[in-house]
């Protein structure tokens, strides 16, 4: 099949977290069962942009409201993703430092949708499918369909999977204009509570929905931001696939990014390694049992509850444990975490800021990764925690119900049900009493690596579906 993915992230191009990973791994995995798999992304000004050489492939022009803007279609000189990148370069909306988070996100990512469109149009090939990612490219499946001007895709299955329906980029009926023209009589199909919404529009128009885990798509139907009745009324076209992770970049026995590389039956000295590493450099001491967090540092994550369960564990039980947080985020979260660190010189450290070779080292050196979060649609580190024998603390939500399962029950992880300070202390001692009884652990240990959570089999999985959306 010719399928396009269309996205804000991929991996190593741009990421801000788990869809870049999912972008740039997907589309590998399709490649290698025998499918053409291209990634359409915007050319940020970023490391990639500055570290790669790139080939114009496609110069136009989109459209928005009442200014045209000239676009370039740029090609990797060299690629070794296994798959195409094509970044489209819109001078003036993306030669910028960051992803998102400027005032002009409306703008910037319709005017990328736009292109991509006209692009597409101009492509010899019609695609057997265009699979959207998250709200930045929410309006692609609309455009297709109900947009004259690309009437070319009327027939084109669209996908569009959920990442996070946190994020719904909605903005005010002022700016209808932004879109190309159509019939008044689809205004619905953007709206979403009176405003127009990217994300509300995606799911009304888009063939099939999907959602990165089964148990995401239950929750959304019943808290999602405002917008469950949609999910309820679409629930018919949605269907939750459980990301997987892509096994050659996140392997431990080969990751570049480790002091010592290891497999299931080295894993003892290997993890030794890169804990001694990771404790040096933060001051720590390797003979206790190292919690770890990574993340983003906003409420979804849970992040706002560390600095008090930083507090309580390290202030009741003193001495038995250390903690290491990588993230970045709320500042007052980011503040609050920074100020523990006098108190409790030689137990816990937080790296404030985004570092993926810290990241990978910490996946590997880790004891235990704690993901209490609120939301949590699948959750990528989870995985990656397993894969390098770090055994996870999780709140059931989301993706962590699909992929740990407790201890308690035969399964390889310590789960808990609130995102709250004492059901993660709570989680801690369950995980300290584990990490004592040192045959368990290392069995638990053994056990995790071992599960197979690469992208095989959700790659085929998106293969059906798009398979069933045949004409
Ligand atoms: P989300 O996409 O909601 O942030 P995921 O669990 O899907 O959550 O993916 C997060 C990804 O971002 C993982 O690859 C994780 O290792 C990475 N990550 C998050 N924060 C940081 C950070 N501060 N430094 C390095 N990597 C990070
Ligand atoms: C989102 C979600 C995260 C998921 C990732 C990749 O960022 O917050 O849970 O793993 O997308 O699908």
Same mark, same amino acid.
């Not at 995995?29 to 499918?35: E, K, N, V």
């Not at 099939?208 to 018919?236: A, K």
């Not at 704690?370 to 996870?392: H, I, K």
């Not at 059901?423 to 069995?443: E, S």
């Given at each position: 099949?010719?399928?396009?993915?269309?996205?804000?992230?991929?991996?190593?191009?741009?990421?801000?977290?788990?869809? #870049?990973?999912?972008?740039?791994?997907?589309?590998?995995?399709?490649?290698?069962?025998?499918?053409?798999?291209?990634?359409?992304?915007?050319?940020?000004?970023?490391?990639?942009?500055?570290?790669?050489?790139?080939?114009?492939?496609?110069?136009?022009? /989109?459209?928005?409201?009442?200014?045209?803007?000239?676009?370039?279609? *740029?090609?990797?000189?060299?690629?070794?993703?296994?798959?195409?990148?094509?970044?489209?370069?819109?001078?003036?909306?993306?030669?910028?430092?960051?992803?998102?988070?400027?005032?002009?996100?409306?703008?910037?990512?319709?005017?990328?949708?736009?292109?991509?469109?006209?692009?597409?149009?101009?492509?010899?090939?019609?695609?057997?499918?265009?699979?959207?990612?998250?709200?930045?490219?929410?309006?692609?499946?609309?455009?297709?369909?109900?947009?004259?001007?690309?009437?070319?895709?009327? !027939?084109?299955?669209?996908?569009?999977?959920?990442?996070?329906?946190?994020?719904?980029?909605?903005?005010?009926?002022?700016?209808?204009?932004?879109? $190309?023209?159509?019939?008044?009589?689809?205004?619905?199909?953007?709206?979403?509570? &009176?405003?127009?919404?990217?994300?509300?529009? +995606?799911?009304?128009?888009?063939?099939?929905?999907?959602?990165?885990?089964?148990?995401?798509?239950?929750?959304?139907?019943?808290?999602?931001?405002?917008?469950?009745?949609?999910?309820?009324?679409?629930?018919?076209?949605?269907?939750?696939?459980? !990301?997987?992770?892509?096994?050659?970049? %996140? &392997?431990?026995?080969?990751?570049?990014?480790?002091?010592? !590389?290891?497999?299931?039956?080295?894993?003892?000295?290997?993890?030794? +390694? !890169?804990?001694?590493?990771?404790?040096?450099?933060?001051?720590?001491?390797?003979?206790? $049992?190292?919690?770890?967090?990574?993340?983003?540092?906003?409420?979804?994550?849970?992040?706002?509850?560390?600095?008090?369960?930083?507090?309580?564990?390290?202030?009741?039980?003193?001495?038995?444990?250390?903690?290491?947080?990588?993230?970045?985020?709320?500042?007052?979260?980011?503040?609050?975490?920074?100020?523990?660190?006098?108190?409790?010189?030689?137990?816990?450290?937080?790296?404030?800021?985004?570092?993926?070779?810290?990241?990978?080292?910490?996946?590997?050196?880790?004891?235990?990764?704690?993901?209490?979060?609120?939301?949590?649609?699948?959750?990528?580190?989870?995985?990656? /925690?397993?894969?390098?024998?770090?055994? $996870?603390?999780?709140?059931?939500?989301?993706?962590?119900?699909?992929?740990?399962?407790?201890?308690?029950?035969?399964?390889?992880?310590?789960?808990?049900?609130?995102?709250?300070?004492?059901?993660?202390?709570?989680?801690?001692?369950? #995980?300290?009493?584990?990490?004592?009884?040192?045959?368990?652990?290392?069995?638990?240990?053994?056990?995790?690596?071992?599960?197979?959570?690469? %992208?095989?089999?959700?790659?085929?999985?998106?293969?059906?579906?798009?398979?069933?959306?045949? *004409?």
């Amino acid at each position: 099949m010719d399928i396009i993915h269309i996205s804000a992230e991929c991996y190593p191009a741009a990421k801000v977290g788990g869809l #870049a990973d999912v972008v740039g791994a997907l589309p590998k995995y399709q490649a290698l069962m025998g499918h053409s798999a291209t990634v359409l992304m915007p050319f940020y000004h970023g490391k990639f942009s500055r570290e790669n050489e790139f080939s114009t492939f496609f110069s136009g022009f /989109a459209r928005l409201g009442h200014t045209n803007f000239a676009f370039n279609v *740029l090609k990797p000189k060299t690629n070794t993703l296994g798959y195409e990148l094509l970044l489209i370069d819109i001078p003036g909306l993306f030669d910028r430092d960051n992803v998102y988070s400027y005032h002009d996100d409306s703008e910037r990512f319709i005017t990328f949708q736009i292109a991509a469109l006209n692009w597409l149009r101009e492509r010899e090939k019609t695609p057997d499918v265009v699979h959207c990612h998250d709200q930045h490219t929410g309006f692609i499946p609309f455009m297709m369909s109900k947009v004259r001007e690309y009437q070319r895709f009327e !027939n084109v299955p669209t996908v569009f999977t959920i990442h996070n329906g946190q994020y719904q980029g909605q903005f005010g009926f002022d700016r209808l204009y932004y879109l $190309p023209p159509f019939h008044s009589y689809f205004n619905g199909l953007v709206e979403w509570h &009176n405003l127009i919404n990217p994300l509300a529009s +995606a799911i009304k128009c888009a063939w099939r929905v999907t959602t990165v885990s089964p148990s995401y798509l239950d929750e959304i139907s019943y808290s999602m931001n405002g917008m469950e009745e949609l999910l309820r009324t679409e629930r018919g076209k949605s269907l939750g696939i459980l !990301n997987g992770i892509d096994a050659d970049v %996140w &392997n431990p026995e080969t990751d570049p990014m480790l002091e010592k !590389n290891f497999d299931v039956k080295t894993a003892d000295e290997g993890k030794k +390694a !890169n804990k001694d590493l990771l404790c040096s450099q933060f001051g720590l001491d390797p003979s206790k $049992p190292l919690f770890t967090f990574i993340g983003r540092l906003v409420g979804e994550k849970g992040a706002d509850i560390l600095p008090d369960i930083i507090y309580d564990v390290l202030h009741y039980s003193p001495g038995e444990q250390n903690i290491l947080i990588l993230g970045s985020g709320e500042k007052h979260v980011e503040h609050a975490l920074l100020q523990l660190e006098d108190q409790f010189k030689g137990n816990y450290c937080s790296y404030i800021g985004y570092n993926e070779r810290l990241s990978h080292l910490i996946y590997a050196g880790a004891d235990f990764l704690l993901m209490p979060s609120r939301v949590e649609p699948c959750g990528l580190n989870q995985m990656y /925690a397993l894969r390098y024998g770090t055994v $996870p603390i999780v709140r059931r939500t989301g993706g962590l119900r699909d992929t740990v399962t407790d201890i308690g029950d035969n399964g390889f992880g310590v789960c808990h049900d609130q995102c709250t300070k004492s059901d993660v202390t709570h989680a801690i001692h369950r #995980a300290k009493l584990l990490y004592q009884n040192k045959r368990t652990f290392k069995k638990v240990r053994k056990q995790i690596m071992e599960i197979d959570h690469s %992208w095989n089999k959700a790659a085929l999985e998106y293969i059906e579906l798009y398979q069933s959306l045949k *004409l």
